[in-house]
Nanobody
Framework: QVQLVESGGGLVQSGGSLRLSCAAS????????MGWYRQAPGKQRELVAA???????NYAAFVKGRFIISGDVAKNTVYLQMNSLKPEDTAVYYC?????????????WGQGTQVTVSS
């Protein structure tokens, strides 16, 4: 089974930057979209940013102007450049690939990478 593997998380001071990467361990064909989600302790998982196979991007209001998503559906890779990080950005970040199937959508998830921003 194909797995998504994230990297790039870590500890950074407020105002710093990190770049997250996600790649599939095998090949996933016909991906319609890729994205990054995050989950802080005691909170629900939320969308951070997404990119479609056509290159359109969508950002949560709380990261607009600070984070940039990029990726290549053919190469099964997605990145998240995070700038001007704040302590409230502390969370486990998960990458997600979406694929349209006959019954709806098929989601693939990574195992998550911890991002901790100190004040």
């Amino acid at each position: 089974q194909v797995q998504l593997v994230e990297s790039g998380g870590g500890l950074v001071q407020s105002g710093g930057s990190l770049r997250l990467s996600c790649a599939a361990s095998g090949r996933i064909f016909s991906i319609n979209g890729m994205g990054w989600y995050r989950q802080a302790p005691g909170k629900q998982r939320e969308l951070v940013a997404a990119i479609t196979s056509g290159g359109s991007t969508n950002y949560a209001a709380f990261v607009k102007g600070r984070f940039i998503i990029s990726g290549d559906v053919a190469k099964n890779t997605v990145y998240l450049q995070m700038n001007s990080l704040k302590p409230e950005d502390t969370a486990v970040y998960y990458c997600n690939f979406k694929k349209r199937v006959s019954s709806g959508w098929s989601d693939s998830w990574g195992q998550g990478t911890q991002v901790t921003v100190s004040s």
